[in-house]
């Protein structure tokens, strides 16, 4: 088995959820898929909505070029079907992968628009993910409109400071079926959040953000742990996608006694940073 192309992108955490106002905004953090294209078919057992079929199919569709039969090699960190955008980051690694094989050096525009092209054909997001696919493969936050294509989606962006810990707090799988009108309810909630963003205010986001899907999800112990973790000291906490993963943003000295008060709980905890993404992107371009 030949490896012909690698591509590295990661995971991210929400700032706004789209489906609240038709605007997302996600950020990086340092969780990361690694995907290897290979020359002989493989399966991928966690590939439960056949995402990488659909990659491929996408690709080949607008007429770039790939073997008759290629396979993929999957190596990541990121907790799936947990808000961590983990759909985002597998069609992005995937796409820069072909990317370096075929020698097509398609723009990061391009990229996007084939990984949500890809996420959509495979059904594995109900908003397109615009924004989770932005935050994979480049740094800081990017308020975007995900009825656009790449090019004009950003609305703005800015950064958050990288010396935050960010915490996840892992709490099994997702068992509720997300839908839009519950979230469309929340309006003055997610109106709230996209105030802060346009303040430059991203960190007051999340955690707004966070409340309004758990109140859309009926996630009402999320509210809880958002509320006592920040009571704890963090900056900020909420829901990240649909949930159930919950992040925590902290001041380093304040990371441990956090870490604790999750563990406490019963639940599982990364430790991690905000991604500059910045060497993804020299190694993809």
Known sequence: MNTLGKGRANGAISILHSLGLGRGCSIGIGIETEVALVDERSDISADSHNLLNSIEACWRSEGLPLPDKIGWKVTSDIPIGQGLKSSSALACAAILAMNESAWTNLSENSIVDLAVKSQRLAKCTITG????????????????????????????????DESFSVLICLRGNRSSVVSSSPFLEQEPLFQRSLASIMRNSPLDSISTNGMAVAVATEDFDALRICNLCIAKGAVASGISGSGPAISIVCYEDDSKALEEVIIDMGFDVIKTKFSTSETLIEEAF
């Open 129 to 160: 993910s615009m924004d989770d696919t932005w935050a994979s493969i480049s740094p800081g936050w990017k308020l975007v409109d995900p009825s656009l294509d790449a090019s004009s989606s950003v609305i703005i962006e800015g950064i958050i």
